[in-house]
């Protein structure tokens, strides 16, 4: 693994796996989505990671226009990161995910490893009435859905990053996604070194266990040496608890509320900003280690620089 004294806070703000019924905070219009972003920025995050959504009824979209006024209302802001989804919904076909990259030309981007089963609908058992029509059917329809992302899809995607030189953070949903990241090395279609992101505890995905965290890293460690970092998300109620593993593991979390809604067993997050301050303050009184501004990220990832993204 690559070292790096400082800890990398990355801030998803609202995804595609929450509706709105199941939090008031969940921002949705393009004006909320890039204000969270920009208070998470100065909270510590020095990654903010976008998704769009439709601003009448929160449902989960793809629009670049979307994308582009968020991008651009967070850059007029501060220096943060602005790293869009190409994983969009589970719903989306790859082809059309990917259309942010040439439109933002973003420093970054996710970039999904594998396709997988991806089921949202246990969450339907939470809730008895839902405040838009949408939100049942999209989450029961996980129930007979693929998240897709084969190796011809990667073969057109990741030529499409390389393009506009922006790095992809590679989703890994499970172990096998590590061994497609290194096939893809060896066919030169990734470069290093890596980002990866350990995505843990989607329905479909690794269990979000301490030992699969560290069985993640000790593969990674055999496949990729000291050509790769890694960050952590834990779904749900496993976001601080992995989190602040990782990051005593030497690695990096990413916390918000596109992952986890709940400051602590109960109690909704106001915001992503409490997300990251909690993040915050746990990995410096767990590890001593500060949180990494953008430009230090910047350095260390190797990033092209914001005078080089396209919005
Ligand atoms: N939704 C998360 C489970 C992406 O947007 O490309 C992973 C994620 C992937 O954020
Ligand atoms: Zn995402």
Known sequence: MRQFDKAILTCAVTGAIHVPTMSPHLPTTPEEIATEAVAAAEAGASIVHVHVRDP?????????????????????????????????????????????????????????????????????????????????????????????????????????????????????YDVGHLYNARHLLDRGLLEPPLHLQFVMGIHGGIGADPENLTHMKRV??????????????????????????????????????????????????????????????????LTGREIATPDEVRAFLDLKGRDRIGV
């Open 56 to 172: 009448e009824t929160g449902e989960p979209v793809t629009d670049l226009d979307l994308f582009e006024e968020v991008a651009a209302y967070i850059d007029d802001e501060c220096d943060v990161i602005v790293q869009p989804t190409t994983g969009g919904a589970p719903t989306m076909a790859p082809e059309e995910r990917v259309q942010v990259v040439p439109r933002l030309e973003p420093e970054m981007a996710s970039c999904n490893m594998g396709s997988i089963n991806f089921g949202l609908y246990p969450l339907l058992d939470k809730y008895d009435e839902f405040q838009y029509d949408w939100e049942e059917e999209y989450l029961e329809g996980t129930r007979d859905l693929i998240f897709q992302n084969t190796f011809e899809d990667l073969e057109t995607i990741l030529p499409i990053f390389a393009e506009h030189d922006t790095k992809p953070e590679l989703e890994c």
């Open 220 to 285: 990674a460690d055999e496949l990729f040496g000291d050509q790769y970092s890694f960050s952590v998300i834990g779904a749900g109620r496993n976001q601080f608890p992995l989190g602040s593993q990782a990051v005593n593991m030497g690695g990096h979390a990413r916390v918000g509320l596109e992952d986890n809604l709940y400051l602590a067993p109960g109690e909704l997050a106001e915001s992503n900003a409490q997300l990251v301050e909690k993040m915050a303050s746990l990995t410096r009184e």
